[in-house]
């Protein structure tokens, strides 16, 4: 079985030297079943003072860094090697009593799933919920995974993808009223419409790559966002409205949070003189090691934005 090597490059560059305050990095890809890290490397130039990790309430790994020097730049630096097998699933398995919506959460598993359940955006006018109820069906039993299904290829259709590198998210109104957005404001949209019908819904960012030249990625570039949703049988099922598809081929999970501003990979602050920021550059090269052939890189996927945001600043008088 093939391993992926990963490499992710962050970098931020500055006029002059600055001063860097506590950054949280949250780049390390979530140990699983289907996902096995086989080695990982965090460099940071300049080097932390103090570099120490822990696991968030969500169970992904967190490094928190501080500094004592003042610099020009400020680099994260990750390097993976991991064993990646996403099941080909061709079905999934279902408990029979929610094979059908509606359906509710056993009384086991709703004292978990109750904050993932719950809507984190206003929706006045009910739009969302609107929306969302469209796919079901008026006529008897909808099917939960053709439902669920539905809805991911329709925000895949319907909507335009339109790339932005700028820092932030939409509200999910802004999504359905604009018809448009990245992978972050896909996947609050379908978290959000999948909640309005009673679903356990999380975000999840991460890597999405292109497993073949038949099979390419919207969404890529730099890292991608998803959404996970808990179905009785089978538990948490990934689903990716970029692309519209179900499951978790191509995809490298990350971090998973009930919103996405609980999975940020970088955040931080600086201090310095007014205008001293210049950018930040985020560059993610995939490729497979197969063993026999050596590396290659596997195909790149479409032109996609970035959910890393600008660190923030404290400027100096």
């Known amino acids: 079985m093939p391993f992926l090597n990963l490499s992710h490059v962050t970098t931020y560059s500055y006029r ?7 950054h949280r990095i949250m780049v390390r890809p979530r140990e699983s ?50 064993d990646h097998r996403p099941a080909n699933i061709q079905h999934y398995d279902i408990e029979d009593y929610a094979r059908f919506y509606p359906f509710t959460y056993s009384s086991e598993d ?18 969302i919920d609107s929306w969302a109820r469209k796919f079901v069906s008026n006529i008897g039993k909808t099917d939960t995974l053709t439902m669920l299904t539905d809805i991911t290829a329709a925000i895949r259709r319907e909507f335009t993808y339109v790339p932005r590198p700028e820092k932030g998210t939409q509200t999910p109104i802004e999504t359905l009223n604009r018809r448009q957005g990245t992978c972050r404001d896909y996947a609050m949209f379908m978290i959000e419409a999948v909640r309005a019908l009673g679903f356990a819904a999380r975000f999840v960012s ?10 390419l990625r919207t969404g890529g570039g ?32 990350v971090a998973i949070a009930r919103d996405i501003y609980q999975a940020v990979p970088i955040s931080g602050t600086w201090a310095g003189f007014p205008g001293s920021f210049l950018d930040m550059t985020v560059q993610v090269d995939i490729s497979v090691d197969d063993h026999v052939s050596g590396t290659q890189r596997l195909p790149a996927p479409l032109p996609g934005d970035l959910i890393e945001p600008e660190i923030k600043r404290a400027d100096l008088c």
Request: proline share 7%; charged share 25%.
């Open 16 to 22: 002059q030297p600055v001063a860097f305050g506590e």
């Open 33 to 82: 079943y289907d996902q096995h890290l086989i080695d990982a490397m965090l460099k940071i130039d300049p080097e932390p003072s103090e570099l120490r990790w822990f696991q968030d309430v969500f169970g992904n790994s967190v490094a928190i860094a501080t500094f004592d020097k003042r610099s020009k730049q400020l680099i994260f630096d990750s390097q993976l090697r991991l």
């Open 110 to 127: 709703m004292p978990d799933l109750l904050r993932s359940i719950e809507r984190q955006h206003l929706d006045p006018q009910r739009l």
């Open 206 to 215: 991460g890597y999405v790559y292109s497993p073949s030249s038949r099979e």
């Open 222 to 253: 730099n890292t991608h966002a998803w959404v996970r949703v808990y179905l009785p049988g089978s538990g948490w099922v990934e689903f990716d409205p970029t692309n519209g598809l179900v499951g978790n081929r191509g995809l490298i999970r």
